[in-house]
């Protein structure tokens, strides 16, 4: 029996677990991937929105101030990369110059600080790589950029070690109302108890509402294609390069990572499938045209993946966190910016389900501080060197592109939430993420996994389910 169920385990569920997790409660995320962080939390623009692109009164723009402001500290205690680097909306005509007016003002109203109109000469000063046929834009210093999936681990593994429990592989079918709980089915026939239940399921989350008996909400997945380059572009723009916004969101950017590279996109194009998250011709053909047209110097040699993601787009415009069964909370369509609110969207949470009567004391054990996952590459000589003497294996690279030992990928199998497969340790360790996307050290790091979870080699998944690499060995039998 848990005090509090949390469906699905992306950035809100994430965050909502740990800020709950400061509180004497029984809790429980179930996520029905083989991982956290698997839907629009691993694959978004990985931006912390200064607030201003909101309509004023609305959730979004309250929570993305909120949150925003929040950010800086909760990476700090997470060990999660960010860095506030400021976005530019780029206007190129009198049209463009017009919105970035409404923009100042909306934003004005929505409290967000530091913002600026800047005319082209102070543009190109900041940014010398924009394109010369920039008129004007939008200043915001407090815009930032963090690492999406890495901010949903740290959160949710900060959670468990503070004493949440995590279900993997829990596809809820069936909630069950008994009088003083709620009884949570998986797929599988699994079954978990708990007195308060919070939907945050993404995508799937008017599936989960239907459960509860809330039909009213309905959510669309919006495509959003990415272009992904190597470091050697990284330092192409130092801001988030945004162009003037349209009704199907804030447009293609072009971007910085926290991690050095440069990122591309998205696209918008509205979907009826959940699933489906291929890349298109059309849609890279799209960003890199886009991106073009803002920025100069984009070398597309440099280009090492692309990549799709799915935002849970609702039908009301605004986040529906919302509650219209007992001790039941919705957290759906949370779009852009949901990574930037998700923070105050667990505060916001918490307030809901202390009105409902959830009773709340705090944890004196709580320890909001985590260890960062890549202390080691960022340590001195001489501290890796006194690792590594305690500890050979991080002296054994395996990930050649991305400098990542084997110490680090075993340390991310062992750690709350632990990595269970390749796309797992990819996101823990940015093993695989470098110029050859894997092509070297995928064989290294499934041997690893094998040890470790103490399965065969060829039980080893990319992604969970059926997404095996290996189905034998092509000399089985032979002689050596």
């Keep these: 029996m848990y005090d509090v169920a949390i469906i699905g385990g992306g950035v809100v569920g994430g965050m909502l677990a740990r800020a709950l997790s400061s509180y004497k409660l029984k809790l429980c995320i179930v996520e029905k991937e083989n991982d956290v962080a698997m839907g629009a939390s691993k694959a978004n623009s990985a931006i912390v929105h200064a607030g201003f692109d909101a309509e004023p009164g609305t959730l979004k723009a309250k929570l993305n101030v909120r949150g925003s402001e929040m950010m800086e500290q909760v990476a700090k205690e997470l060990g999660v990369k960010y860095k506030r680097n400021g976005s530019l909306v780029v206007g190129f005509n009198d049209d463009d110059k017009k919105i970035i007016e409404e923009l100042y003002e909306r934003g004005i109203k929505n409290g967000v600080k530091e913002l600026s109109i800047i005319e082209s000469s102070e543009l190109h000063t900041l940014e010398a790589n924009i394109s010369p046929d920039a008129t ?118 072009v971007t910085p990572t926290v991690d050095g590279n440069l990122l591309l996109g998205p696209t918008a194009k509205d979907m009826e499938d959940k699933s489906d998250t291929a890349t298109t011709a059309d849609g890279l053909s799209n960003v890199l045209a886009n991106c073009s047209e803002t920025t100069v110097g984009i070398n597309l040699r440099d280009t090492i993946t692309s990549f799709c ?25 949370i779009e852009s910016p949901g990574l930037s609110a998700s923070p105050a969207i667990a505060e916001y949470i ?123 060995k ?7």
Excluded: W
């Design 350 to 472: 918490i307030d809901m389900l202390l009105s409902m009567g959830l009773e709340l004391t705090k944890n004196e054990k709580f320890n909001p501080i985590r260890k960062p996952a890549h202390l080691f590459r960022e340590s001195s000589v001489a501290e890796r060197n006194r690792i590594i003497a305690e500890n050979r294996a991080y002296g054994r690279i395996i990930c050649r592109c991305e400098g990542v030992s084997e110490g680090e990928i075993r340390e991310a199998i062992r750690t709350n939430p632990p990595a269970r497969d390749l796309d797992g340790v990819k996101r823990r360790t940015r093993a695989q993420m470098g110029r050859c996307q894997g092509g070297f050290c995928m064989p290294y790091i499934t041997e690893i996994l094998s040890e470790e979870l103490g399965v065969t080699y060829d039980s080893i998944t990319k992604n969970g389910g059926n997404s095996k690499l290996i189905t034998g």
């Design 136 to 253: 004007c834009a939008l200043n915001a210093p407090t815009g930032a950029i963090i690492c999406p999936y890495e901010l949903t681990i740290a959160a949710i593994g900060n959670a468990m070690d503070n004493g949440a429990d995590l279900k993997v592989n829990f596809e809820v079918s069936k909630l069950n109302l008994c009088n003083e709980f709620y009884e949570i089915t998986s797929t599988d026939g699994d079954m978990i108890k708990a007195k308060y239940v919070v939907n945050a399921a993404g995508v799937n989350a008017d599936s989960v509402a239907a459960m509860a008996n809330e039909t009213d909400i309905k959510i669309h997945p919006r495509r959003g294609e990415y272009v992904l380059l190597d470091k050697t572009s990284g330092g192409l723009v130092s801001h988030t390069i945004f162009r003037t916004p349209s009704a199907m969101g804030k447009g293609i950017l």
């Design 309 to 333: 993601g799915l935002r849970a787009v609702g039908n009301t415009g605004d986040f529906i966190i919302n509650s219209t069964a007992e001790r039941f909370i919705n957290a759906a369509g």
């Design 474 to 480: 092509t000399k089985e039998g032979c002689e050596r």
